[in-house]
């Protein structure tokens, strides 16, 4: 039997302009698709050539509600002069809609590129960025949003791989012992609840752009309760001790001109790559009935990709173990 099409699928460059145009607006141009493939996601623009980014968020992944806190935390950043890509809202203030099954949010497009982590002035500028993102985010909760919740996360990636069909008997083995001592020693870092304050969650240089030192943050799609080191810790990208802690100086500097941080929460960062070694593995998996996941990430099926993870999580597991004491301190 034929499997039944995913819905994206079905998303046609038509399909997308009668959305939009649904909306009152008309499009002059076809959609342009960007990469993206949680969501599916088009650039546009309107007859006062407005650019615009328009997202199709995933069937079934989040509720109504939890897309709308989503929604309500960057009109709340933007009102705070934080520079975000909040979305549109009709006259009847609107911000989410449908069309023929799916829903979809437009969004302003905004211009520049990825700024340069070896850059000083780029390092401060983000950590500024990030601090007045989470001065705001410190004064309130998600309700419907998921939480950083390292032992549940951890697990739930763990079960995903293991009932998937890709490791061989000798892979699995190794996958089980060493999954199973990561999220061990993840757990044994966990942080507490109070730490918890409403964060991007997925701070990369792909979800930041602008130019001369001046950037916005795009793509909230995973904000969630989280740690602040969360949206800090991807940032750090030197391989050497010295340059790693250069990194973290100017970043930091940046930060604190907007939001006190407390520097015990750098004991958590090796337990946070970690994790996020285990979920992205867990997600290629759990997506691989959607076509465009086979397509773009073949190797996924390759037995050698699997041998790599393993070595990757042996060696997490081993900075887990070895952090350095400056910063693997008490708290």
């Known amino acids: 039997m034929t499997p039944d099409p995913h819905p994206f699928e079905s998303l046609s460059p038509a399909r997308v302009v009668e959305a939009v145009e649904s ?13 993206s493939y949680e969501n599916r996601v088009f650039q546009l623009h309107d007859e006062e050539r407005r650019r615009w980014v328009v997202k199709f968020y995933r069937p079934q992944r989040w509720t109504d509600e939890a897309i709308q806190e989503e929604h309500d935390f960057l009109a709340e950043l933007l009102a ?70 390292p032992g549940p996360l951890a697990e739930e990636s763990r079960a995903i791989v293991l009932a998937g069909p890709w ?9 089980e012992r060493i999954s199973g001592e990561l999220a061990a020693a993840i757990l044994e870092l966990a942080w507490p609840e109070a730490a918890m304050i409403r964060a991007h969650g997925d701070c990369h240089l792909g979800n930041m752009l602008g130019r001369d030192g001046d950037f916005a943050l795009v793509d909230f799609d995973d904000c969630l309760m989280a740690p602040a080191v969360q949206d800090l810790w991807m940032l750090l990208s030197a391989q050497h001790e010295q340059e790693w802690q250069m990194q973290l100086s100017e970043l930091l500097e940046g930060y604190e001109q907007a939001c006190d ?12 790559r970690g994790l996020r070694l285990m979920r992205h593995s867990a997600w290629l998996v759990a997506r691989w009935e959607d076509p465009a996941f086979p397509r773009v990430f073949p190797w996924v099926a390759e037995s050698g ?8 999580l042996e060696q997490q597991s081993l900075a887990l173990t070895n952090q350095p004491r400056w910063l693997a301190g008490p708290g």
């Open 23 to 35: 909306l009152g607006f008309w499009l002059p141009g076809e959609p342009f698709a960007l990469n």
């Open 80 to 149: 705070e002069a934080v520079p975000v890509a909040a979305p549109w809202r009709d006259a009847r203030g609107v911000s989410l809609h449908r069309h023929q099954g799916f829903r979809f949010a437009l969004f302003p497009q905004l211009p520049g590129g990825a700024p340069e982590l070896d850059n000083p002035d780029h390092l401060f500028a983000l950590g500024e960025l990030i601090g007045r993102l989470h001065a705001v985010g410190g004064r309130g909760e998600f309700v419907h949003r998921r939480r950083l919740e």
């Open 167 to 175: 490791l061989n008997a000798r892979q699995r083995r190794a996958y």
């Open 261 to 272: 941080f407390d520097r015990r929460q750098l004991r958590w960062i090796e337990a946070l």
């Open 305 to 312: 990709y699997w041998d790599q993870h393993i070595r990757d």
